[in-house]
């Protein structure tokens, strides 16, 4: 499974970067107004750390917004990858950049049929939208493990980024059911190399080592 790193925060991309966990990098404009940077400026900066896919994510609704957003990201970096929100414009966007051989992700996937609508019209990465499932009540991995079932059964092109990650354990369960891709947020990559047990047992290792010095 890969790992990508969902933030436009160039300190957490070093941090992060820097444990050999990184696979790529995504942004949306939340992600981008919290940084408070032009977006070609912090898109550039974080294409001189990542060398894996950067997603960028389009802010036009009308198709032809979207082609032309798109045509000019790509010109910041060879790893840019486009994000189109699962929309009818979105799908026709994707496959008229598809066919252009520009990498689509599509974005706020929140059902199966979105999904196998995006995979059916070019895109190179499907990225749903678990936690916000479950925010209204619904089984986000739900969602999850009824397209890793129906890739076991046909050749889809399209990889599946776990998105919209709260806890650890999202991560883990998107693993177990065989997923391609989970972007996760800072925060939780920070939880996951956490542990009690470990600052415990490392405490006892150094005091351990102090007695015996000691003596």
Request: charged share 25%.
């Amino acid at each position: 499974m890969q790992f990508f790193l969902d933030t436009a925060n160039l300190d957490a991309i070093n941090k992060y970067h820097s444990w050999g966990v990184v696979n790529g990098v995504t942004t949306n404009p939340s992600l981008i107004a919290k940084e408070g940077a032009s977006l070609e400026k912090r898109i550039k900066e974080i294409a001189k750390i990542i060398k894996g896919p950067i997603s960028v994510e389009v802010i036009s609704t009308d198709l032809q917004g979207m082609l032309n957003e798109a045509r000019t990201y790509t010109t910041w970096g060879s790893n840019i990858v486009i994000k189109l929100p699962t929309s009818e414009n979105g799908l026709k966007a994707c496959y008229d950049l598809s066919d252009e051989g520009i990498n689509v992700n599509m974005t706020l996937v929140f059902s199966t049929a979105q999904a196998l609508l995006a995979a059916k019209a070019g895109a190179k990465l499907i990225s749903p939208f678990i936690g916000r499932l479950d925010d209204i009540g619904e089984d986000g991995m739900a969602l999850i493990a009824e397209l890793m079932e129906i890739y076991e059964h046909y050749d889809l092109k399209a990889k599946i980024v776990v998105a919209s990650i709260r806890h650890p354990r999202h991560v883990v369960e998107a693993a177990m059911l065989g997923a391609h891709i989970a972007t996760i947020p800072p925060e939780v990559l920070e939880k996951m190399i956490k542990h009690p047990m470990t600052d415990i047992g490392i405490e006892s290792f150094l005091r351990d080592w102090e007695k015996a010095r000691g003596n």
